[in-house]
């Protein structure tokens, strides 16, 4: 019976923990999900801002140095290149963005989540891309599609909004010509105080969503842990704390069948140990009465 008491308690207090453990795991999921995900969204802001800055700074400099003029760092009478499609085009500043820029995109996309990080005219223009979509023209337009992305203009409604944007770190999902779905985060270029056009960073949603299927993973692996844990601690905590009912069931069980010397040692001051004097009373009481019919 104290087995079966024992498995019950034990049980029923597990089922409770199971709820409460699952409660708190959902929560808890749920809240560090967010939270990465604003974590990846605020490091995908800074980048961006960081990026535009750096453009807009070198290309006053460039203009300062002598490099090019004001109106040749805003020439949008594009060039078309010949052969390609999508179009590629060159301007008057191009030739030098693609020697004092590329090394410093491609430092962004040491961030295993950034997919790209460029700077675009405000029409869209892509004068220089990073490193990894700069690869040989191969003749394969689908493959030439993703490996060679630079010097094309990028007007699509998300690429346009990206180029004409005028606030910080302005968020679109953006969804590539490539098949690709990512976060594209821009901020506004300004050369001279003028709006030259905007920094963008491509934010994967993918490995995003990696992120946080592994911290998800590694949260319910660690309340699955505790509670596995706990289990095992309700079910030996209970058992122990009923051992002493285990012991009060045997002897009152020898004392139905008329053993009525062995006493009923305290047990503390609890429930148990209230019946623990309440069984030693009626064990004295039996063993009296039963002296008192032997002498007769």
């Given at each position: 019976?104290?087995?079966?008491i024992g498995v019950k308690v034990a049980?029923?207090?597990?089922?409770?923990?199971?709820?409460?453990?699952?409660?708190?795991?959902?929560?808890?999921?749920?809240?560090?999900?967010?939270?990465?995900?604003?974590?990846?969204?605020?490091?995908?802001?800074?980048?961006?801002?960081?990026?535009?800055?750096?453009?807009?700074?070198?290309?006053?400099?460039?203009?300062?140095?002598?490099?090019?003029?004001?109106?040749?760092?805003?020439?949008?009478?594009?060039?078309?290149?010949?052969?390609?499609?999508?179009?590629?085009?060159?301007?008057?500043?191009?030739?030098?963005?693609?020697?004092?820029?590329?090394?410093?995109?491609d430092e962004f996309l040491r961030d295993?989540?950034?997919?790209?990080?460029?700077?675009?005219?405000?029409?869209?223009?892509?004068?220089?891309?990073?490193?990894?979509?700069?690869?040989?023209?191969?003749?394969?337009?689908?493959?030439?599609?993703?490996?060679?992305?630079?010097?094309?203009?990028?007007?699509?409604?998300?690429?346009?909004?990206?180029?004409?944007?005028?606030?910080?770190?302005?968020?679109?999902?953006?969804?590539?010509?490539?098949?690709?779905?990512?976060?594209?985060?821009?901020?506004?270029?300004?050369?001279?105080?003028?709006?030259?056009?905007?920094?963008?960073?491509?934010?994967?949603?993918?490995?995003?969503?990696?992120?946080?299927?592994?911290?998800?993973?590694?949260?319910?692996?660690?309340?699955?842990?505790?509670?596995?844990?706990?289990?095992?601690?309700?079910?030996?905590?209970?058992?122990?704390?009923?051992?002493?009912?285990?012991?009060?069931?045997?002897?009152?069980?020898?004392?139905?069948?008329?053993?009525?010397?062995?006493?009923?040692?305290?047990?503390?001051?609890?429930?148990?140990?209230?019946?623990?004097?309440?069984?030693?009373?009626?064990?004295?009481?039996?063993?009296?009465?039963?002296?008192?019919?032997?002498?007769?």
């Open positions: 019976m104290f087995l079966k049980l029923k207090v597990n089922l409770v923990l199971l709820l409460i453990v699952a409660a708190g795991t959902f929560y808890l999921v749920r809240q560090q999900s967010e939270s990465l995900e604003a974590q990846l969204l605020e490091r995908g802001k800074i980048e961006s801002i960081l990026g535009a800055k750096m453009m807009g700074k070198i290309i006053d400099e460039a203009i300062d140095n002598g490099v090019f003029t004001v109106t040749d760092a805003f020439d949008t009478d594009y060039e078309p290149i010949a052969g390609f499609s999508p179009a590629k085009y060159h301007t008057k500043y191009d030739f030098y963005l693609d020697k004092s820029i590329l090394s410093i995109l295993d989540s950034v997919v790209f990080a460029v700077a675009v005219d405000r029409n869209g223009y892509l004068p220089t891309h990073n490193t990894r979509f700069q690869q040989p023209i191969s003749g394969d337009r689908e493959k030439d599609l993703l490996g060679n992305r630079t010097k094309r203009i990028f007007n699509d409604p998300i690429g346009l909004k990206a180029a004409l944007n005028t606030g910080e770190a302005f968020r679109q999902v953006y969804v590539r010509d490539t098949g690709e779905t990512m976060w594209d985060i821009s901020t506004p270029i300004y050369v001279k105080g003028k709006h030259w056009g905007g920094f963008r960073v491509g934010f994967s949603l993918e490995k995003t969503e990696l992120a946080k299927s592994a911290l998800q993973w590694t949260l319910y692996a660690i309340m699955g842990g505790i509670f596995i844990f706990s289990l095992f601690l309700v079910f030996v905590v209970v058992n122990g704390t009923l051992q002493p009912l285990a012991r009060l069931t045997r002897i009152a069980s020898e004392l139905a069948d008329g053993k009525i010397d062995r006493k009923f040692e305290p047990a503390g001051k609890d429930e148990i140990g209230q019946l623990s004097d309440v069984l030693e009373r009626l064990r004295v009481s039996l063993k009296a009465a039963m002296e008192r019919l032997s002498r007769r």
